[in-house]
């Protein structure tokens, strides 16, 4: 199973971004995806999941209301819909998956067995 992730750029503060995640290997149907950061001399955080058993999806506070997770289980492809980005979104961004489906979703990266390569957001103020 391998994970690629793109979309990553240089943006200025208020515009918008979108990362796509895509899947090869398996089908991500019943799968939760998520997104996880890293910022320069931070550790990783949680961004974003959704968890397919319950529909919910789940965001971090400081992006909650600006960001959108999403998928489109046909291309085997998340998307991670970025508006409004702030400098301090600037990170490197990781999509991830699990090798089976969870009851809910979580934000520990542990939880996920599978990465992305990542994928680079600069935010200039």
């Known amino acids: 199973v391998q994970l690629q992730a793109s979309g990553g750029g240089v943006v200025h503060a208020g515009d918008s971004l979108r990362l796509s995640c895509t899947v090869s290997?398996?089908?991500?149907?019943?799968?939760?995806m998520a997104w996880f950061r890293r910022a320069p001399g931070k550790e990783r955080e949680f961004v974003s999941a959704?968890?397919?058993?319950?529909?919910?999806?789940y965001y971090a506070d400081n992006v909650k209301g600006r960001f959108t997770i999403s998928r489109d289980d046909k291309k085997k492809t998340a998307y991670l819909q970025m508006n409004n980005l702030k400098p301090e979104d600037t990170a490197v961004y990781y999509c991830?998956?699990?090798?089976?489906?969870?009851?809910?979703?979580?934000?520990?990266?542990?939880?996920?067995?599978?990465w992305g390569q990542g994928t680079q957001v600069t935010v200039s103020s």
């Open positions: 991830a998956t699990m090798s089976r489906p969870a009851f809910d979703c979580s934000t520990v990266g542990d939880s996920y067995d599978y």
């Open positions: 290997g398996r089908t991500i149907n019943n799968l939760d």
């Open positions: 959704d968890n397919r058993r319950s529909g919910n999806m």
